[in-house]
């Protein structure tokens, strides 16, 4: 297929945090609000003349210092983060909205604030923490509306003067709704047979959404969805089976590059920083605030294994379940950043529940932050590719008697 016109632009603003939409952002007066997580609702972070970027540390080598504040087994997201603050990387922000999701991301941000590594020069710079509840009842929506109001609302109100008001909470998920629709959109193409857009390149699009301010970057989605429902594709599919990814947080799209080179076609991309569960539509009514609205939302919809009751696991399950058959996947690949507490427990059982109880194909993996060279993991990869290739000849052949 011919190259997306906007594919290496797109790449290169992949490269930095502190990119060129977000300093034309900030030239124009606009706020860079960080954030790490889903948790810490999206968008509430885009009000008035807010932006939010969702944190990363591109071509991370050493984490020497992170490791000295941390510990050598602890999760190599947060420790990359914290090495990239302490190397000076975020110092463009103008407030961090840290989530305490697990106690890697607590102490990475808790250090960050602790030696006032952000914000030096900015007076009305704030940290924030969020406490996320376990579950999904209205008690929990109560508990983190509270917690969203008191450390990110107020805060944005009051040192920056930002419309907290219902009328604008209700504008910026109109504008996240914008995005997810052009972005779904676009993820649906890879339903077909033969798609039109590869996986890595869907990677590209999703990331580039969630690290640039949205209204620089809208138009830039919309332009490429009408670019890809003319696209010609190859007569034959490139790939050779079909894949869904499936775990922890996947910010360096390399991963899934090495994937796909190995023969496989992400077809759905269910991790943090993909698009389930981030770049689904939030429909708000209007006979209830729309921030309560938002934080009942993010607590049903997360699929993060934070929410350990007994429904919220099961309903993951299923949900992988479901986006295997509505994608036509031969398999999953469950995927954990290495010394991740939360997934190393889903990844464990669902490596043997999904096979036993959904039938689906699991290939489980623990990897490092920084994972598009492994030579190891391109191995397991390609070998796995062979067996589900394997199983569809050997099914095919049955079929045909």
Same mark, same amino acid.
């Given at each position: 297929?011919?190259?997306? %016109?906007?594919?290496?632009?797109?790449?290169?603003?992949?490269?930095?945090?502190?990119?060129?939409?977000?300093?034309?952002?900030?030239?124009?007066?606009?706020?860079?609000?960080?954030? /790490?997580?889903?948790?810490?609702?999206?968008?509430?972070?885009?009000?008035?003349?807010?932006?939010?970027?969702?944190?990363?540390?591109?071509?991370?080598?050493?984490?020497?210092?992170?490791?000295?504040?941390?510990?050598?087994?602890?999760?190599?997201?947060?420790?990359?983060?914290?090495?990239?603050?302490?190397?000076?990387?975020?110092?463009?922000?103008?407030?961090?909205?840290?989530?305490?999701?697990?106690?890697?991301?607590?102490?990475?941000?808790?250090?960050?604030?602790?030696?006032?590594?952000?914000?030096?020069? %900015?007076?009305?710079?704030?940290?924030?923490?969020?406490?996320?509840?376990?579950?999904?009842?209205?008690?929990?929506?109560?508990?983190?509306?509270?917690?969203? /109001?008191? %450390?990110?609302?107020?805060?944005?109100?009051?040192?920056?003067?930002?419309?907290?008001?219902?009328?604008?909470?209700?504008?910026?998920?109109?504008?996240?709704?914008?995005?997810?629709?052009?972005? $779904?959109?676009?993820?649906?193409?890879?339903?077909?047979?033969?798609?039109?857009?590869?996986?890595?390149?869907?990677?590209?699009?999703?990331?580039?959404?969630?690290?640039?301010?949205?209204?620089?970057?809208?138009?830039?989605?919309?332009? /490429?969805?009408?670019?890809?429902? /003319?696209?010609?594709?190859?007569?034959?599919?490139?790939?050779?089976?079909?894949?869904?990814?499936?775990?922890?947080?996947?910010?360096?799209?390399?991963?899934?590059?090495?994937?796909?080179?190995?023969?496989?076609?992400?077809?759905?991309?269910?991790?943090?920083?993909?698009?389930?569960?981030?770049?689904?539509?939030?429909?708000?009514?209007?006979?209830?605030?729309?921030?309560?609205?938002?934080?009942?939302?993010?607590?049903?919809? $997360?699929?993060?294994?934070?929410?350990?009751?007994?429904?919220?696991?099961?309903?993951?399950?299923?949900?992988?379940?479901?986006?295997?058959?509505?994608?036509?996947?031969?398999?999953?690949?469950?995927?954990?950043?290495?010394?991740?507490?939360?997934?190393?427990?889903?990844? $464990?059982?669902?490596?043997?529940?999904?096979? %036993?109880?959904?039938?689906?194909?699991?290939?489980?993996?623990?990897?490092?932050?920084?994972?598009?060279?492994?030579?190891?993991?391109? $191995?397991?990869?390609?070998?796995?590719?062979?067996?589900?290739?394997?199983?569809?000849?050997?099914?095919?052949?049955?079929?045909?008697?």
């Amino acid at each position: 297929m011919r190259e997306l %016109k906007h594919l290496i632009y797109l790449e290169n603003l992949l490269e930095d945090t502190n990119n060129d939409l977000v300093r034309q952002a900030q030239s124009e007066g606009k706020l860079a609000i960080g954030y /790490t997580c889903f948790h810490a609702p999206e968008a509430l972070l885009n009000l008035g003349n807010c932006f939010s970027v969702r944190l990363r540390a591109p071509h991370t080598t050493s984490m020497e210092m992170a490791t000295y504040y941390l510990a050598n087994n602890s999760c190599e997201y947060a420790r990359a983060l914290l090495e990239r603050a302490l190397e000076g990387g975020f110092e463009f922000l103008d407030a961090l909205a840290g989530v305490d999701v697990c106690e890697a991301n607590n102490r990475a941000i808790e250090n960050m604030e602790i030696m006032h590594i952000q914000g030096k020069d %900015k007076d009305k710079f704030f940290y924030c923490n969020l406490d996320v509840p376990y579950s999904d009842d209205e008690d929990c929506v109560e508990h983190i509306e509270e917690q969203i /109001t008191r %450390k990110i609302l107020k805060p944005l109100h009051e040192n920056y003067g930002v419309d907290i008001s219902d009328a604008a909470i209700r504008e910026a998920v109109k504008e996240h709704n914008e995005i997810s629709r052009i972005l $779904t959109e676009i993820g649906d193409f890879r339903k077909l047979p033969n798609p039109p857009i590869t996986g890595y390149e869907y990677a590209i699009l999703v990331l580039s959404s969630y690290v640039c301010p949205k209204y620089l970057i809208k138009d830039i989605l919309a332009e /490429t969805l009408e670019e890809i429902k /003319t696209r010609e594709v190859d007569p034959e599919p490139n790939y050779r089976v079909r894949l869904g990814v499936v775990g922890s947080e996947i910010d360096d799209p390399s991963l899934i590059k090495l994937i796909e080179e190995c023969g496989a076609m992400v077809v759905f991309d269910r991790y943090c920083y993909g698009s389930f569960p981030g770049r689904q539509v939030i429909e708000l009514n209007d006979e209830e605030s729309a921030l309560t609205q938002i934080c009942r939302w993010n607590l049903q919809n $997360t699929e993060c294994p934070r929410q350990c009751a007994a429904h919220r696991v099961q309903r993951r399950y299923d949900r992988v379940d479901q986006l295997y058959h509505e994608f036509n996947a031969d398999g999953v690949i469950y995927e954990q950043m290495k010394f991740c507490t939360y997934w190393s427990y889903e990844r $464990t059982m669902a490596s043997q529940i999904m096979p %036993k109880e959904h039938g689906i194909h699991v290939l489980s993996i623990d990897r490092p932050y920084i994972a598009g060279q492994s030579g190891q993991l391109r $191995t397991r990869v390609q070998a796995f590719v062979e067996s589900l290739e394997i199983k569809k000849i050997r099914s095919e052949q049955k079929e045909d008697k």
